[in-house]
């Protein structure tokens, strides 16, 4: 099986739909997944990701499923102190924030440290791993420990538009990381495409390798590094 985990277009996020530039990044991927085999189709409720797949569906002639766990993280009073302002999903934080506490970089230790701790974060990841889990139980794939039965093994490709927060979580969860150097490591920029494709080494045994991260080759060479991200390359450039 393999599984796409797709970023929605650049987005306005106070409309919750695609910039002009955003709709570009959605028809520009569209033509590109039109040659791509895709067997289901899963997005986020939120208007951006929709709005990013609906071009893709178009362009396929298909449908898609809403998904109500693939929401973008939201949690509202989280308040960053070093940036003076809140943020409702847990990326981007200053490295010496977190990188210094030995905890966050534990599968299960890092939803008990000081900063974490305060917020409902935990809620939040465990309702992301338990949707992912059970989507992929209904596809073939039982979760068993750090593994996948693979009761119904099979080559289906699953299509999921959904969100930054999203992804680097169900990425932390298929490969048994802390989300934490996850959604502070991984960038999956605007209309990136991340592969993961399941390996039964033993007979009904599975894992999910990651093949392919944050791939934006639809994209013209000018734009596949984000703007932002290039933005802070070096301190001077802040």
Known sequence: MKILLIRHGEPNYEKN???IGGRQEADLLSKK???????YVYISPYGRAAETAQYTLTRKEMSATVLSWMHEINIPDMYYEPKNKYISCPVGFYPSDWM????????DKWQGTEF???YDIKKETENIRNGFDDLLRRHGYERNGYMYKAVQANSDTLA????????????????????????????????????LM???QEKGIA???????????????????????RKREMYTNV
Not at 173 to 188: G, Q, R
Not at 207 to 229: A, W
Request: a negative charge; charged letters at 20%.
């Open 17 to 19: 739909c695609l910039t």
């Open 33 to 39: 997944l039109l040659y791509v085999p895709i067997d």
């Open 100 to 107: 210094e506490k030995e905890a966050n970089f534990d599968k």
């Open 116 to 118: 974490y701790a305060k």
């Open 160 to 195: 999921l538009f959904c969100h930054e927060g999203v992804i680097n979580c169900i990425m932390a969860h298929v490969l048994n990381i802390s989300p934490a150097i996850t959604w502070n490591l991984f960038y999956p920029q605007t209309s990136s495409v991340t592969t």
């Open 198 to 200: 399941s390996e039964e």
């Open 207 to 229: 894992v999910f390798k990651l093949v392919c991260y944050g791939d934006t080759s639809h994209l013209p060479k000018k734009e596949r590094i984000d703007k932002g991200l």
